[in-house]
């Protein structure tokens, strides 16, 4: 059984930055894709960004690109999300998924376990 448990969620002001990791065990952490994504009040769960095996990496939009950043620690089996100049719209659920198809995809379908989410909120 796969467990992903993320963690370093919180209250920051707009402007400020967090670093989201999730941590997974129960199997060979290499052999996954690893995705964040993010529900927020009243919306549906959107991809935020994904890291592939080999450490190829896909952001969803040009902003969540030039603000966040993707990584993945093979020795630690983890993934983070490290995200910078926090905007009140970035407030929502996120959420790491790990999945087994060949590359991040961006459907929330094509990944086979979740983690229970953490919650970030960002103030204007």
């Known amino acids: 059984q796969v467990q992903l448990v993320e963690s370093g969620g919180g209250l920051v002001q707009a402007g400020g930055s967090l670093r989201l990791s999730c941590a997974v065990s129960?199997?060979?952490?290499?052999?996954?894709?690893m995705g964040w994504f993010r529900q927020a009040p009243g919306k549906e769960r959107e991809f935020v960004g994904g890291i592939n095996r080999s450490g190829g990496i896909r952001y969803a939009t040009d902003s969540v690109k030039a603000r966040f950043t993707i990584s993945r620690d093979y020795a630690k089996n983890t993934v983070y999300l490290q995200m910078n100049s926090l905007k009140p719209e970035d407030t929502a659920v996120y959420y790491c998924?790990?999945?087994?198809?060949?590359?991040?995809?961006?459907?929330?379908?094509?990944?086979?376990?979740w983690g229970q989410g953490t919650q970030v909120t960002v103030s204007s």
């Open positions: 998924a790990a999945g087994t198809q060949s590359a991040a995809g961006t459907q929330s379908v094509v990944y086979d376990y």
């Open positions: 129960g199997r060979t952490f290499s052999s996954y894709v």
